[in-house]
């Protein structure tokens, strides 16, 4: 299976970023292809809501040109989609939600007759962590994206939040394990 991890930390080592790494060992370990993208080097600008990606249904077909383009295409190309963040106010970061809503470029007529989407079956995956205490305190963004899954007619692989999160080195033995577990359940 190929796997794309969306790494939308500013931190290249902090508490997604290894939470992931524990993911990514399992799933090479699985045999899969994986490659993760660290957004926060990426210029990637909001989404102008042109529609000009809608009048080319087959492809990515976004019309600004930044890096977001090659990220979604590599998205489009994936089995697995890893959308990984760190909690911020109870969303994702701006880096991971700047790719997110170019996504609006997958998929033509939803809730209308012809929905279509590129990247239709294709399974995708959400890791959050937080510092926060509050066991639910990740469902607005299991909300959001158990609902991404609609326009882009895509399966909702799996998703963990990891809370109580200080540093990595301070991290939970039983981290390694949920994340041990969840690359196995994504990917299978
Ligand atoms: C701007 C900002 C907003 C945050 N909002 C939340 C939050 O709403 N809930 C929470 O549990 N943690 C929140 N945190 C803490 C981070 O989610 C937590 O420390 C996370 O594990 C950091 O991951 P990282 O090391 O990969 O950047 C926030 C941190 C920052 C900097």
Not at 44 to 73: F, H, N, S
Not at 90 to 95: E, L
């Amino acid at each position: 299976m190929k796997v794309i991890a969306l790494q939308g930390s500013p931190k290249k080592k902090g508490n997604t970023a290894t939470v992931l790494s524990f993911v990514e060992e399992e799933l090479l370990s699985l045999g899969h292809e994986f490659e993760s993208i660290y957004l926060n080097s990426k210029n990637i600008k909001g989404c102008l809501a042109c529609g000009k990606c809608k009048e080319k249904p087959d492809t990515v077909g976004c019309v600004q040109k930044d890096d977001a383009p090659e990220i979604l295409d590599k998205m489009v190309a994936a089995d697995l989609v890893i959308f990984a963040s760190p909690l911020y106010f109870w969303g994702v970061t701006a880096q991971l939600k700047a790719i997110i809503d170019r996504t609006y470029s997958f998929y033509v007529n939803f809730h209308q007759p012809g929905h279509a989407s590129i990247v239709k079956g294709q399974r995708q995956a959400l890791l959050v962590t937080g510092g926060g205490p509050y066991d639910n305190n990740a469902e607005p963004v299991f909300t959001a994206f158990g609902r991404l899954q609609n326009p882009h007619m895509a399966v909702n692989a799996g998703e963990m939040f990891i809370g109580l999160c200080s540093t990595p080195e301070n991290m939970d033995e039983t981290v390694k394990e949920k994340a041990v577990a969840f690359a196995r359940k994504i990917s299978s």
